[in-house]
């Protein structure tokens, strides 16, 4: 099975602490996303990337940074927390050759910044 | 910049009816279209998807949906609700002309099935 494993499901941390989210997947894919979802707005693409050392921005990216400096490990870095980045964040992978097939998707961290 | 819009925020149905959950996107050449359902507290779950072919695609579940690109729509329909199909449905597609392989989500709809 595919997996996409984010490694922290629940944290809290303080306004204006450096927060790091870490996703690693199994499966040899080029393709990774980070998203975060809110209610009544879905998921909203933060940053991709599509291979290692490489990374382009998404649709809500200020306030986030990223660091993909392994194939298999694509990390979301938010310099410094505030409590509009609390939120449930998405992490997922693709093959390059996507041609349509499945995205696949981690659990989800939910993170509270107090 | 593209989008994908789910008109409806909560759809209210009683157990054995039908249901429809409305997505519409942005005009654009090329794309691919996706289902997704979140249970409560659970991750995402793909139902279907639309690549190419036959305009009505068959998923999971029961569910299907119908590819209308003169209007711009790929709605999702159920012919009889179970209380389990209870969730969050999210609209999902890749606008392939943008050359960014990534999906772009609706709001999401949320089905409460009534007993």
């Known amino acids: 099975d595919v997996k996409v494993t984010q490694s922290s499901r629940y944290l809290v941390k303080r306004t204006g602490e450096k927060v790091f989210l870490e996703c690693v997947q199994d499966m040899d894919h080029e393709n990774m996303f980070w998203y975060r979802q809110d209610p009544g707005l879905g998921l909203r693409l933060i940053y991709f990337?599509?291979?290692?050392?490489?990374?382009e921005k998404g649709d809500i990216p200020e306030g986030y940074s990223v660091s993909r400096e392994k194939k298999e490990r694509f990390s979301l870095i938010l310099e410094s927390a505030s409590t509009n980045q609390t939120s449930m964040y998405l992490c997922?992978?693709?093959?390059?050759?996507?041609?349509?097939?499945?995205?696949?998707f981690g659990e989800g961290s939910w993170l509270t910044v107090v | 910049a593209q989008s994908v819009t789910q008109l409806d925020s909560q759809v209210p149905v009683f157990e054995e009816a039908p249901v429809e959950l409305r997505c519409n996107y942005s005009s654009s050449v090329s794309v691919y279209l996706f289902w997704y359902v979140q249970y409560p507290n659970q991750g995402l779950q793909l139902l279907l998807k639309?690549?190419?072919?036959?305009?009505l695609v068959k998923g999971i579940n029961g569910f299907e949906a119908e590819f209308n690109k003169s209007q711009t729509s790929f709605h999702l329909r159920k012919p009889s609700v179970h209380i389990s199909d209870t969730a969050e449905y999210f609209c999902?597609?890749?606008?392939?002309?943008?050359?960014?392989?990534?999906?772009?989500f609706g709001s999401g709809t949320r089905l409460q099935v009534q007993p």
């Open positions: 639309y690549l190419s072919g036959s305009t």
């Open positions: 997922a992978s693709s093959s390059r050759a996507f041609s349509g097939n499945t995205i696949y």
């Open positions: 990337s599509y291979d290692v050392k490489m990374k």
């Open positions: 999902a597609v890749i606008f392939m002309d943008t050359g960014r392989r990534a999906l772009t």
